[in-house]
């Protein structure tokens, strides 16, 4: 079930609706905005739309980062296992 929550980004307050608890939502607003902290701070502009976006290409790219990483790990655990099932059939 999804519960409302109360989080702030860039001094605004947002309501959202999440079924994560109430610790994970604190752990991810403190994620975006130590992550906007960090790129904001690197801008000599502060034009908010400017750091929102290059924050959002940032995070993305560390997604898409993991998520490569995970398949490459899949890859590498099904091998291992075929090596393995070779080896126990041997």
Not at 50 to 69: G, P, Y
Request: no cysteine.
């Amino acid at each position: 079930m999804k519960t409302a929550h109360s989080v702030r980004v860039l001094g605004r307050e947002i309501s959202v609706r999440s079924s994560a608890p109430a610790e994970k939502v604190q752990a991810v607003e403190t994620f975006v905005n130590d992550r906007l902290q960090e790129i904001g701070s690197a801008l000599k502009s502060g034009d908010a739309q400017l750091v929102l976006t290059l924050a959002l290409l940032n995070t993305a790219e560390e997604m898409l980062d993991l998520r490569s990483a995970k398949e490459s790990d899949r890859a590498l655990d099904t091998r291992a296992r075929e090596i393995i099932e070779r080896l126990e059939t041997t």
